[in-house]
């Protein structure tokens, strides 16, 4: 059974095989946050490998008082955002008093899909606005942390989330009358 607490202390004894046992452990977790955030499968393994880099690094700074699960959570979201500014990522900063209108969606265009299909159509974002999604709907960051973490300001962090959102539901309507369309062909 993994016992977090003694793996942690093991850890930072600098026990190898605990600090293997803590990276298999969370490895599988991580990625998929990491992919979130990469443009490609290996500089997401780049920025999981920082993550646990990073994790050993500053382990004693782990106070114990909150999850470590959301510690090392926050760790592999900021490598992966480090990585994409190293890539000189550049970030839409546009505002409008508009952007907060969203138009109304049937709920039954998305209702059927499963949690792959949702995820890919999410990666059509662009870039500015993905990013911003992610870490507001999927990891939960408010504005004012995604501005600090993206160097944006957080009323474009809240514009390239209404953008995000507009642009899904055209993704997601177009996603409709195509299945509709291909229904009638047939």
């Known amino acids: 059974m993994f016992e977090i607490n003694k793996i942690l202390d093991k850890c930072l004894k600098g026990e190898q095989r605990a600090q293997t046992e803590l990276v298999r452990h969370y490895a599988k977790k991580l990625l998929p946050v990491c992919k979130r955030y990469a443009p490609d499968d290996h500089l997401a393994q780049d920025a999981l490998q920082e993550t646990f880099i990073n994790t050993f690094r500053y382990l004693d700074k782990y106070s114990g008082k909150g999850s470590f699960d959301a510690w090392i959570r926050r760790i592999a979201v900021n490598c992966s955002l480090s ?21 109304p969606i049937d709920p039954s265009i998305y209702a059927h899909l499963d949690n ?24 939960g960051y408010d504005h004012k942390e995604i501005g600090e973490m993206l160097g944006i300001g957080e009323s474009t962090s809240r514009s390239n989330l209404s953008r995000a959102r507009q642009k899904l539901i055209g993704i997601l309507k177009k996603k409709q009358a195509f299945e509709f369309a291909s229904k009638i062909a047939i």
């Open 83 to 103: 990585l994409h500014k190293k890539l000189n990522f550049r970030y839409q900063q546009v505002d409008t008093a508009n952007d907060y209108i969203l138009p």
């Open 116 to 139: 792959e299909e949702l995820l890919e159509i999410v990666k059509q974002l662009p870039k500015h606005y993905y990013m911003v999604f992610n870490l507001y709907i999927i990891e």
